[in-house]
């Protein structure tokens, strides 16, 4: 487990809604809105007050309450600002910070303007327009890179899918770490059923052993 820093801040809460608009984070975070929840968490769009040399100002928080949280799902969170403070690359979403405030535990990542790849296909859909194929080719290219960037490290995504997938400036992040998993060596295996069912490989499916090749399914 990581040692996360413990911030001192006093965080107003609504019992509906956890944090809110104009709250303050860590003594530099403020709550600008709210951009989603899941089941592990709720998302932020926050401003950064402390922001470092050739940094955003506008940057997401993930907040997940550690108090109601199985203790694998604790590891879980963990985990994602784990990898995510060791991978750098143009195709990953960038990891900032990652620290306790009172009973939550956060992840401060990079802001992807561009929402996720699911959300900009329903845009298309609605409007009834197709996607250029050179737009395609370009998106699946970063994609790849971003990919091989991790496998290349004996790191598993294991849910590569378009809500997981962000633009910035029409270009592609990876991003959402929290069922990743960190492969010992080249001969490890994971075995772990989990992920999206419509996007698991068939090894997954069948509770088999499984290794990159999972991802690129």
Same mark, same amino acid.
């Given at each position: 487990?990581?040692?996360?820093?413990?911030?001192?801040?006093?965080?107003?809460?609504?019992?509906?809604?956890?944090?809110?608009?104009?709250?303050?984070? #860590? !003594?530099?975070?403020?709550?600008?809105?709210?951009?989603?929840?899941?089941? &592990?968490?709720?998302? %932020? *769009?926050?401003? +950064?007050?402390?922001?470092?040399?050739?940094?955003?100002?506008?940057?997401?928080?993930?907040?997940?309450?550690?108090?109601?949280?199985?203790?694998?799902?604790?590891?879980?969170?963990?985990?994602? #600002? !784990?990898?995510?403070?060791?991978?750098?690359?143009?195709?990953?979403?960038? &990891?900032?910070?990652? %620290? *306790?405030?009172? +009973?939550?535990?956060?992840?401060?990542?990079?802001?992807?303007?561009?929402?996720?790849?699911?959300?900009?296909?329903?845009?298309?859909?609605?409007?009834?327009?197709?996607?250029?194929?050179?737009?395609?080719?370009?998106?699946?290219?970063?994609?790849?890179?971003?990919?091989?960037?991790?496998?290349?490290?004996?790191?598993?995504?294991?849910?590569?899918?378009?809500?997981?997938?962000?633009?910035?400036?029409?270009?592609?992040?990876?991003?959402?770490?929290?069922?990743?998993?960190?492969?010992?060596?080249?001969?490890?295996?994971?075995?772990?059923?989990?992920?999206?069912?419509?996007?698991?490989?068939?090894?997954?499916?069948?509770?088999?052993?499984?290794?990159?090749?999972?991802?690129?399914?």
């Amino acid at each position: 487990m990581p040692k996360f820093r413990q911030t001192k801040q006093a965080v107003n809460r609504s019992p509906s809604t956890g944090l809110h608009t104009d709250t303050l984070i #860590a !003594q530099r975070y403020v709550i600008q809105k709210k951009l989603g929840s899941g089941s &592990f968490g709720t998302v %932020f *769009l926050v401003l +950064d007050k402390k922001v470092g040399k050739e940094e955003e100002e506008l940057k997401v928080l993930k907040e997940i309450s550690v108090g109601n949280l199985k203790p694998n799902e604790t590891v879980q969170a963990s985990t994602e #600002a !784990q990898l995510l403070s060791k991978l750098d690359h143009p195709s990953i979403v960038k &990891f900032y910070s990652s %620290f *306790l405030e009172q +009973d939550s535990f956060c992840i401060v990542t990079e802001y992807c303007e561009g929402k996720d790849l699911e959300c900009k296909i329903e845009e298309y859909k609605k409007a009834g327009q197709l996607f250029p194929e050179i737009q395609i080719i370009d998106w699946f290219l970063q994609l790849l890179l971003g990919v091989h960037y991790i496998h290349n490290r004996n790191v598993l995504h294991r849910d590569l899918k378009t809500k997981n997938i962000f633009l910035k400036n029409s270009l592609i992040k990876i991003g959402d770490f929290g069922v990743s998993r960190l492969l010992m060596g080249s001969c490890d295996l994971a075995t772990t059923f989990t992920g999206t069912p419509y996007y698991m490989s068939p090894e997954v499916l069948r509770h088999q052993g499984y290794d990159s090749k999972a991802d690129i399914w």
